[in-house]
């Protein structure tokens, strides 16, 4: 139970779809109140009810130009960047001098390793010490390091799809490290954000599907790292491909269990691991995930058919993108970081 | 039968898609043979099959900045163009020069009266002896005037799902024209082109539908005059909504028939008008016209339900907004024009 | 506030899509708490998780054999019927007599005129009292009524999109009803329920358009009573869509203003009629209502578009078909018969 | 050039969609005249066009009840059975008598080891000659063998699209196959037949992913028999997923390369084995295939994405489930068993 005056709230970057469903459950809160709500510098003022039509009804607050004094004038408790990578690198160290909790929705401050970002991300990165500062943000893993925590990197889509599942049975040494791990991901297309392109045109996308970034994309050295599998580029195949659907992201992982590792086993790391985790289900039975399942929630829903006689598994780790892979696990590390509970605001 | 060399075609708007379809049915034309593809002025040169990666393998032509120069010395028989409207009503009269027919998929000549210009497609029409001399190529009304002409205003998407089953009931006397006809018509996403935007943003068309341009749309002048309602914008409205499917319009038309036609007589009109027409489908039975059936074809399918107790009908129009809504009636068009046979080069 | 116990509610039909909804909202709760859920009779007994896996981690509650007994020793406050309109016409008047309020989300009891059954329904209803006695639950126009009903026909989700909206303009003496209300509605695949069929088989729904129905759909007499237009086909049509999505109504209505009539009319009725109405959404700028705004949510979205010259308008509700259309709607008229706050336990 | 009479064809299985797709050619065929089309034993006869809307005003067929005698009475050079797997099974031996080509969609034919069928298909194989005597129809492989083959088993969907691009990697040893080949794929809706099922509502599918039949699905031991890894489970991994898309899959097909295998070697070795093989696309720039690419054509396009200093390799194949995984490939077995050219009649 919480006393007194709520925690105030900043989102930057309310105009995407992330900051959106912060939005959302920012504005249905017991802690938390919204007091603020930015798109990029150059945007006009507009009323957050136009900007996404969804929230109409839902509240008066306008979405302002960004803007550095007037966030601070705000006083805000906890400050979320839906922001692009490289505004997250260069304006969250301003903004922790508020005092308050940065909780970045970017890959600004995930990598631990500074020499990925000119290569994966395309530009230098200048605030070290800030790098090593930051709780990467998956929130079941680090729940002692989010207490208190100032600036949380928090996680991309695909590897908390692949990490929940696949890291707890890494850790259990269960899984077979002399063969590669085979990450086939499929995201839906709010994934690519809201800006539109040829890529994420509906006519490109519908009644099709595309693998992308092979061997490329950003979150291969996230998910390397989350894997313990950092710089074993021959260890780990990510591969993304783009689902004619809106949300949500379903991963099939690929590992060779050690001899003799039953199914049991399996479940029983997870069960062991998850225990006190209220947003991962595991699916024990014949039933596997499914995107539908998880789509509109903050759950991440794990299951595996295993073959015993020759080890081979097949893991299967869902999420919505824009919540457990986005918004939602955001709200879980900022509820932490503020000692609140950590679903508070979170609709089950 | 045809002796001799081919037509020469050019298709200018080779990057869109009807460009795209147009050439898909040129690419396999028995009397036609595809010698140029032309995207917009600033393009750089690119196969086709680059372009479009559907083409694969179908031809190594290459896609050329637009020049009137290389087209005139492709010495074409048929110039069709899928370029913007203000593109095709400058460039038609100096394309006409080089003796080719030309088969325009814009509205620029699609309009009798010049006044609409202005005021729906937001310019000066420029060029009114041409804008007489079109022909509007609703193709199933207008074969004699197809023969030999010069300059042939392709229908629009959507006038093409309504005029072809109104318009002959119309004609007939069957409609109480006293009362407003409402045509209620669901678009795929791909009659708003291949340009990106926010409208045609996966993530925002996905999941939804929304009607759009109310009383403001383009086509709505082009129904008009198919059904013989100009200036009697009490007695029209025309209601376009986007629907998340790539291709296909269904238009819904809502009018009230005069006392004592029944249900025959309507079947019977459509018959005697489309005797001869093989590209429009009557659906005579219970079974309404869907989306599905024709998305991929050339065919106008038709229907209707009839209250005879009261006279209120609901006629149904369904085409490939690529196909019939664009490319294949352009080359219906441009067959007649050229004085081959109206469905050669088109698989039904 | 809600001193002491809770309400206990039962939910038979609870296989079905309206019936998960339902679950999903009670398990929720401030102050309604699910103690029983039910299937039909020849059901087996399973975990609801195992009938909706969306409900993993959320309910340990099992999933019953429908058996009006076990309802009856559940001393339920409240009875939500998602069941079959016979049964729910057959099973309604032995419920009742548990002393719970009943919601039933079928059509059993929403026609006032019994005549109508055989017609539409295609059974004859035994139950004429409890015809006459029972409230038709759009909750936004019968608050006092709903105040200590005993059984709720909960509205279909058509007329809910179409009353909303287009029922003030007709009490205001707005709309000129001389000339017939035309409704073009166009629905989501979950309003054809979960059991498959060949009609919302994906390979068959996808891609597609349909209308169906015409001057039939059981929702017709619905709609023309919610509107005044009772035994007057000639003044309504109504014509069903199959959209390819899943959740979601638009329904696109035409009618003629009378002479003078402004859109700031239009308006200003809304706004009158729904100003104490929280899941009543008007929009009022350029903006018109689309279904991804209220796709999984309670609210009715409403807008107009009106050509003063001609008083022609274009009216538009939009609903999500499971909730306000059927779940939400449901608990809001349980909420109000409990006594309870409207909007509780439904979520904005 | 064909002279003379064209062939007779028989489609057997003429309500499903790959029967469907089959007719649609065969209107359309130089060659082959489509002279009967038959459903279940237990079908009633009704209009082609009325089963499939989509062929109205193509055919005046009837389709007929199953029935032996009056298949064998119209004489048929070729019969198409796209019938369930043991119905195939059963009729195989009697409708070879007639002397016709049997071309079997199905999966009866299709494994060489009769011990797979009552683990995979649930029944035992009691055909056995016929077994061995039947061809295996991945067209680009074997057509010495289909020139004159009686009786072809067309390949399955997913097998088609991982064998075309993988086997000749395997025959030329470009591939590691001490390491498991990991096959991850994704189908269209219209994979799973035309019958609905909860698992094809279109309710359940849309806005989902899942994987199903993990190292159980028919296709496993076929996929092996392709590649040359049959009896070896832990070298190959086979995992579909049910897209929500109607038509196409697309395989991701993991392996290592070989020490010093160059992106350059597999291109080569696709296409001195592809040179004249008309239906196979190699994606050799940076453009992968997509099924966008491949939907409603007869192609399967294959495409790679090589990390050359680990050997890792990705491989992309594509087809149209219902085309090149069905009907147009029994089409290219057909032409090539009764001497014509192997495309004639597929529109490119």
Redesign the interface.
């Known amino acids: 139970m919480v006393i007194g005056r709520k925690a105030r709230a900043v989102v930057a970057g309310a105009t995407g779809?992330s900051g959106r469903e912060l939005i959302r459950m920012l504005l249905?809160h017991p802690y938390i109140e919204l007091v603020g709500a930015f798109a990029s510098k150059s945007a006009d003022e507009a009323p957050l009810a136009?900007v996404h039509?969804?929230l109409?009804?839902?509240t008066t607050l306008p979405c302002l130009p960004y803007d550095e004094d007037a966030i601070r004038r705000l006083e805000p408790g906890v400050i979320f960047l839906g922001t692009p990578n490289e505004f997250s690198h260069d304006e969250a160290p301003t903004l922790l001098e508020t005092g308050a909790v940065v909780v970045d929705l970017s890959g600004a401050y995930r990598l631990r390793n500074p020499e990925y970002y000119p290569v994966y991300y395309g530009f230098e990165h200048r605030n070290r010490e800030l790098l090593d500062a930051a709780v990467y943000g998956m929130t079941e893993f680090v729940r002692d390091d989010l207490r208190g925590a100032k600036l949380v990197a928090n996680p991309g889509c695909y590897p908390t799809s692949i990490i929940i599942p696949v890291k707890p049975l890494m850790d259990a040494g269960l899984i077979d490290v002399s063969?590669?791990v085979?990450c086939?991901s499929?995201s839906?297309?709010?994934g690519a954000g809201?800006a539109?392109?040829?890529t994420?045109?509906?006519?490109?996308?519908?009644?099709?599907?595309?693998?992308?970034n092979?061997?490329k994309h950003r979150h291969t050295p996230e998910i390397a790292a989350g894997l313990g599998l950092e710089n074993r580029?021959?260890r780990l195949?990510f591969?993304p491909?783009l689902?004619?659907?809106?949300?949500?992201i379903?991963s099939?992982v690929?590992v060779?269990l050690n001899a003799g590792v039953k199914r049991s086993d399996v479940l029983g790391v997870w069960r062991e691991t998850f225990a006190t985790s209220?947003l991962v289900?595991i699916?024990d039975?014949e039933?596997?995930?499914?995107?539908?399942?998880v789509?509109?929630?903050a759950?991440c829903?794990i299951g595996a058919?295993i073959?015993e006689?020759?080890?081979?598994a097949?893991i299967?780790g869902a999420i919505d993108n824009l919540l457990k892979g986005a918004a939602s696990q955001a709200l879980q590390n900022a509820n932490l970081a503020l000692g609140f509970d950590e679903c508070a605001g979170i609709?089950?």
Do not use: M
Not at 200 to 212: C, D, I, P, W
Not at 287 to 293: D, H, Y
């Open positions: 779809y249905d136009s039509p969804h109409t009804g839902l063969l590669p085979i086939d499929k839906g297309v709010t809201k539109p392109s040829s994420t045109h509906f006519s490109e996308v519908s009644e099709s599907l595309r693998a992308y092979v061997f580029s021959d195949t591969t491909h689902l004619p659907i809106n949300r949500g379903l099939t690929y060779r209220p289900r699916f039975s039933q596997l995930p499914e995107i539908k399942f789509a509109g929630t759950y829903d058919v073959d006689s020759t080890g081979q097949v299967i609709r089950r």
